[in-house]
């Protein structure tokens, strides 16, 4: 079942920008199934049904669990969901997936799409090439040349042990806390910034190298072009959970897709939960959270609603923290991260470009809004799909704004015949305020620790904080798995101790 959606954002010379109003299979209607009496006190209160909340309520209603989930879109999802135009999928946020990515695999088979994928990529088209854009140099390429020089820059920027990484961090679920790391040697490497690690090695790099390099890590950090604000160890960690290796980091991030969509994956999660008893209210924009004592937390909305619940699973991302009120106040390791914030401000935006040649085509270019782009599949009319990415461009322009920049971004990869950009600005989003999680410098020695600790009767589930798969769909679906069975074993325990012992015989 699908619904129309409030967000996206769609741009083409004839019409200009059109906002909202697209088919999305993550749309709930009717948005609210409270059937509750309004003092209730349920078991636990999801706070967002992105896929953190979505597996969280789904293994709590499974464990027997009374559940709300209170969200405040229109649909399911948060940072990814699919929308459908001109019988194509367009995906706004989270992509790809793997099945090297443990808990998306695990979801994947249990709802049999593990074999339902496509790939991004179709070579059989008549541009199947690679455009390089950077000072000094602006050619088209081969494939196989573009992973020649691609494979050399990445690995000499992350190699920094002589083993790719393996020895400051070889096991990237256990980053911080393993017996075969000293962390103070993490402790060194998370304290620069890709910058200055850009700047120990570009003497071995030549200017088309070294512009293609810096493209590159953009289109992975979303963060300042300069890159002084993307953390160095969040390198070191993309590269460990590819298997400390190059040639895996295509296959697992830019090649497989869910052929139905993204939103169609979290709508089979969704409607497993709800046929267990979930109850839910969309369009709920929560304003405060409030312990009252042991047994009891209060969740008030922005309209005046209020629900309870034992235990309070919060799903809100890093840099959206600071838009709920929480009582008791948030720890002060905890605050100071939601203060500080991650720094991955991208641009995600698709275009639609006349005929099908470019189906088969990539690029990287710097400096330029958008540092990469891809082919992504046909039309049902034959003209061909990109999606790309870029760096963090707040201050220059916001893309509701001036959405034909965008299409002059594309236009300095080829000269392609721009029909239709389409987008979600996650960075003016309420919901998110940014991107999926980028650290910068020093954060994840100093806050990833306290970012997973619970605090009283609250716990906090969201891919910004994850182990390993930090800016991935696994990440969330991690974090929103082990809450939730963190929470069913306290509930139990709870539920025990409160039971009247039998008197001895």
Not at 100 to 107: A, K
Not at 216 to 225: A, C, D, R, V, W
Not at 364 to 384: I, K, Q, R, V
Not at 390 to 414: I, N, S, T
């Amino acid at each position: 079942m699908s619904g129309i959606t409030s967000e996206s954002h769609i741009w083409t010379p004839e019409k200009g920008l059109q906002s909202g109003g697209y088919i999305s299979e993550g749309v709930i209607s009717p948005p609210r199934q409270v059937k509750a009496a309004h003092d209730h006190v349920y078991d636990v209160v999801v706070i967002g049904a992105g896929y953190a909340g979505l597996i969280a309520a789904r293994d709590l209603v499974n464990a027997g669990r009374s559940v709300l989930v209170v969200e405040g879109r229109d649909r399911i999802g948060g940072r990814t969901y699919t929308i459908k135009h001109e019988g194509f999928n367009y995906e706004m946020g989270g992509t790809w997936v793997h099945h090297t990515q443990p808990y998306t695999y695990r979801e994947l088979m249990r709802y049999d799409l593990h074999t339902k994928l496509i790939k991004t990529r179709d070579d059989t088209q008549a541009n199947n090439y690679f455009s390089i854009n950077v000072p000094g140099s602006k050619r088209d390429i081969s494939n196989e040349l573009s992973s020649e020089i691609i494979g050399k820059v990445w690995k000499l920027f992350v190699d920094i042990d002589g083993q790719e990484g393996r020895t400051v961090c070889p096991l990237p679920h256990a980053q911080l806390e393993n017996p075969f790391i000293n962390r103070k040697d993490v402790e060194k490497w998370d304290s620069i910034s890709c910058w200055d690690r850009f700047e120990a090695i570009k003497g071995q790099l030549n200017t088309e190298e070294q512009g293609v390099l810096k493209a590159l890590l953009l289109s992975i950090t979303g963060g300042k072009p300069d890159l002084k604000n993307s953390g160095f160890w969040d390198m070191i960690r993309s590269h460990a959970i590819n298997g400390h290796t190059y040639d895996m980091m295509d296959p697992i991030w830019l090649l497989y897709k869910l052929r139905d969509g993204q939103s169609h994956f979290a709508r089979l999660m969704f409607e497993e939960a709800v046929e267990l008893g979930l109850e839910y209210t969309f369009r709920t924009h929560v304003e405060a959270i409030k312990q009252v004592n042991e047994g009891l937390n209060l969740v008030r909305t922005r309209d005046g609603r209020v629900f309870r619940g034992r235990k309070i699973i919060c799903t809100a991302p890093l840099n959206t923290l600071n838009s709920i009120q929480f009582d008791p106040p948030l720890s002060r390791l905890r605050q100071e991260a939601a203060n500080q914030g991650h720094i991955n401000f991208m641009t995600k935006a698709h275009a639609v470009v006349k005929g099908s040649g470019y189906a088969s085509w990539n690029g990287l270019a710097y400096p330029n809004e958008l540092s990469a782009a891809y082919g992504d599949g046909l039309l049902p009319n034959g003209d061909t799909h990109l999606v790309s990415f870029g760096a963090d461009y707040r201050d220059e322009f916001v893309l509701e704004e001036q959405p034909e920049r965008l299409v002059a971004a594309f236009k300095k990869f080829a000269p392609f015949d721009v029909k239709s950009v389409v987008f979600h600005n996650w960075n003016t989003d309420p919901y998110t305020q940014g991107g999926p999680n980028f650290m910068p410098p020093n954060f994840t020695t100093k806050y990833m620790d306290a970012l997973q600790k619970r605090q009283g009767n609250f716990f906090f589930a969201n891919a910004d904080w994850a182990n390993a798969w930090r800016n991935f769909i696994d990440g969330a679906l991690e974090q929103g798995a082990l809450n939730a069975n963190r929470v069913i074993a306290e509930l139990r325990r709870e539920d025990k101790e409160a039971q009247p012992s039998r008197p001895s015989l």
